[in-house]
């Protein structure tokens, strides 16, 4: 069964900073991975989508990058803004279906 | 891009009452719809999984009695929370596919149960 761990559970950061959330998952055969954006009580917003034969993938101050073979991808948030804070999920998907292994998330706060 | 429409958003309701939530596929049909629950500082587990025109299938530890899912048409799945309790209190969540890869959220429904 695909395990999703993200590192860290939460994280402080000042306005302007750049940081990594981690992801790692346990079985390779994935077919693709995705990044998450959830509100307090709201649904989830896809930010980005790596295709099992990407690396990584850019949508402006976010850049996702794959690593199948150590079963690790990395979310990088340049220039952080307060609008930024949310928590993070990352969701492996497997390779004979459409359902998603989540994590429990980043909880990320950028403080002004 | 495609739309899910997942509805109530907010229910609060009595222990011992059912619960409806809907979740409409509005400019695509959806072969297949997924709910997810998630309780509070965890991840969104898969509960079932659902075809249209097909019973719904459940993941271990998912009550189907308790959770019944309707998948009758391209366009509209339910979940339906019989008896509620406390305990089943949480954020569910639909997604839908689309006849290619895509595949959609819903923007959740939080059920509190008193």
């Known amino acids: 069964k695909q395990e999703v761990t993200q590192i860290p559970a939460a994280l402080s950061v000042p306005e302007g900073e750049n940081l990594v959330l981690n992801c790692s998952f346990t079985?390779?055969?994935?077919?693709?991975l995705q990044w998450f954006r959830q509100d307090p009580g709201k649904g989830l917003t896809s930010l980005l989508l790596?295709?099992?034969?990407?690396r990584e993938q850019t949508s402006g101050r976010l850049n996702a990058s794959l690593d199948k073979s150590s079963g690790r991808s990395t979310l990088y948030i340049a220039a952080s803004q307060p609008g930024d804070s949310a928590t993070y999920l990352c969701?492996?998907?497997?390779?004979?279906?459409?359902?998603?292994?989540f994590g429990k998330g980043t909880s990320l706060l950028v403080t002004p | 891009g495609a739309v899910v429409s997942q509805h109530p958003s907010r229910v609060i309701c009595k222990s011992g009452t059912s619960v409806k939530i809907e979740c409409r596929s509005l400019?695509?049909?959806?072969?297949?719809m997924f709910w997810y629950r998630q309780f509070p500082k965890q991840s969104l587990m898969l509960m079932a999984t659902?075809?249209?025109?097909?019973?719904?299938?459940?993941e271990q530890g998912v009550e189907k009695d308790k959770f019944l899912i309707n998948h009758a048409s391209l366009t509209l799945s339910t979940l339906t929370v019989t008896s509620a309790h406390p305990e089943d209190s949480s954020f569910y969540i639909c997604?839908?596919?689309?006849?290619?890869?895509?595949?959609?959220f819903g923007s959740g429904t939080q059920l509190s149960v008193l």
């Open positions: 659902s075809n249209e025109g097909s019973k719904a299938t459940y």
């Open positions: 969701a492996a998907r497997g390779g004979s279906g459409y359902a998603l292994n």
């Open positions: 400019d695509f049909q959806a072969t297949t």
């Open positions: 790596i295709q099992s034969s990407q």
């Open positions: 997604s839908a596919r689309d006849r290619g890869p895509g595949l959609f």
């Open positions: 079985d390779s055969a994935i077919y693709n």
